[in-house]
């Protein structure tokens, strides 16, 4: 079966392709919001997991397509507005967050600042791991851009990359201190999920050209790549990522513009990043709220309350993503 996938549609979809990743990363999280559901569907809820590495794959053709396009400014000037796009609505999501706690008299100021700060996740695996994530791949980026640039063979040069990072993080490590393990195995833990990453650096000049790919054999591919990582015993459920896109282009390229659900997409994509940061920090106060403890047969089965976190959640990221916007506008004049 022929499934002819022009990979132009996944820059073309792109802020699709990120509302789907966003939708998969919410679902998967219903169980760990202790949504009761019977195991079978909680292991296909699971699987939305793989919208992380959506998202890192998109990211990394994103960095690709603006250090491709880098005339004034240079370097310093990417690295700036990078960090910018995330740091700013980063931290207009601790006005709420930090406000709750503040009203609760519940708020230490240090702590929250360290959790802000991302080390608390390479120290104690506590705050937003993917932003924490996010600093030293964007420093790490430009690089990864001049070793890709230089050599005619990207996916070989990725692959062996990919390989090494896997490899890297599957050692087992072990330092004198209790402190430093932390560290160690939170770098591992992190990294492991760069693959996607690296793919999409490598992959971009394809998409920018519109190189035509059978999608059937990129399935097969993945299924492949996962079924040997896992015997070698690697990280390897990243490879699923590749299906999803594929199906997801195929989906909506048989989805009208004008259609509600491509627009949903659309608007969900367009907050991704604010979206993933509520969908943790309202949790978090729904968990800490007096409603949430008083053990209201409301929250019978969490479905109330998971749906309830959605929601707010959603408008918190729109509103925040607008005045991100706005923010970021003004810096640019």
Partial sequence: MNLIIDLSKVSLYRTQLMGIAAILIVLCHASLYGVQMCSVVSTILNIGNIGVDVFLFLSGMGCYYSLNKLKSGGILSWYKRRFLRIFIPYALSQIPFWGFYIINGNFNFFDSLYEFSTLSFWTRHTGMWYIALLIPLYILTPLLYIMFERTKHRLLLGFML???????????????????????????????????????????????????????????????????????????????????????????????????????LCMIGMISLESYLYNGYVRYMFMDSSIYTCNSPVFLGHYLDYILIFILGTILAYITNRFSNKILHLLKS
């Avoid at 090494?164 to 201190?177: G, P, Q, T």
């Avoid at 035509?212 to 070698?232: E, Q």
Wanted: charge should be positive.
């Fill in 162 to 264: 990919i390989l090494v990072v896997l490899i890297l993080c599957s050692i087992n490590i072990k330092a004198d201190n209790a402190f430093y393990n932390n560290i160690i195995d939170n770098l591992q833990w992190a990294f492991r999920r760069t693959a996607s990453f690296i793919l999409g650096i490598a992959i971009s000049p394809a998409i920018k050209k519109g190189i035509k790919i059978n999608g059937m054999g990129v399935i097969a591919c993945s299924v492949i790549t996962l079924l040997v990582l896992k015997y070698c015993g690697l990280s390897h459920n990243w490879c699923l990522f590749p299906i999803i896109i594929v199906l997801s282009i195929v989906f909506l390229d048989n989805l009208s513009i004008e259609n509600l659900l491509n627009h949903f």
